[in-house]
């Protein structure tokens, strides 16, 4: 756990929800959690972080689409179905913030309207649409700092829709999920000449598939072990899971999750001899993922070996513990006014960076950002 330098210069962070869904209920439930201050720092990677607690954060601003969320006051809506993760804080008090009616564009999957009511999302048809400008203007009433996308997987369209608000409101975004915004370059440089940073694409969980798969990876690589053949099976029975189970919705996110043990391999696997994905919906698990994983390599002399791992959590606590952070190191990057993708925090917390490296050297980044050195690209370095 790191103390900060800058442990004095404490404000609120106020931050903007897109998709009041199982990964911003359990943020939400967290930032009550951690305020509570008999509650001990267990689960945290940071407690001060730059100067911020978690417990420095407030939601100031949010949008879904669904009609059992919108007009709901954030701490009812994010308890709202189908959200379906564990709930680990019920004592989450008003926020005094209503969500608000998104824009929808292809946030809502069409094969989402097969399934219970329950276990979908409901449009909220009769709510107008806010414009670019409407959003760009709540963002700076609000006085928002950072701007968190947790839309569903293949929005991309929406996904640009309100990277762009962030942009023309000038506030930091993070961006959870795989649409590559903070590693398409384009984008990138877009918000580093408006002085706004951006750290994203597709956040990697505090202790989930993908840091694992990456680690063991990089361990294959430092022990001399030659990686032939690995798959990482994944199924769940949320709504993220049921979005993806249209797979038109999965490139990019196979895209991302596979690069992100790729770039870690000591030498590229071919395309048939790695599979990475969500594998199945599986209703019953909610928000429980489970993940099965096989690796099979060639140690001293080529002698074969093989590894099974089967990796149990709950999907959008775990993703929270990292979100908290994220949030963090946004503002951070804003207070010493960076602009652009903040390297560092990417490639620790995200699957997809605009700079991959691995997990221990971008753990050394961090914290080093964190101290006050520069977000510049590791690469660079
Ligand atoms: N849980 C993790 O560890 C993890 C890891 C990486 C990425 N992600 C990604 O984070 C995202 C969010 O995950 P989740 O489990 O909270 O999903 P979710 O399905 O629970 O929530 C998505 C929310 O977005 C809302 N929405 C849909 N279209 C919208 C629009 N146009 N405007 C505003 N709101 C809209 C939905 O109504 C829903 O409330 C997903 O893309 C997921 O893949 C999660």
Redesign the pocket.
Known sequence: MTSSPHSLARQPINIAI???????SSLVQGLSHYRAESNDHLGLMHWDLGGYRPCDIQVVAA????RR?VGQDVAQAIFAKP?CTQIFCREVPEQGVKVEM????D??AEHMADYPDDRT?LLAEEEAQPSRSDIVKRLREAKVDVLLN????G?QE?TEFYAQCALDAGVAFVN???VFIASDPKWAARFESAGVPIIGD??K?QL?ATIVHRVLTDLFAKRGVKLDRTYQLNTGG???FL?MSNRTRLKSKKISKTEAVQSVAETRLEDENIHIGPSDYVAWQNDNKVCFLRMEGQLFGGVPMNLELRLSVE??P??AGVAIDMIRCAKVASDRGIGGPVHPAAAYFCKHPPDQTTDDRAYEALEAFINGEGAVALAAE
């Open positions: 897109i998709g009041v869904g199982n990964c911003a949008w879904d689409i669904d969320k959200n998104g824009h929808i564009l946030g809502y999302f947790y839309l569903p997987v929005s929406a959870n999920i795989p597709d956040i969980a989930g949320n709504t993220d979005n999907d959008s775990n993703s």
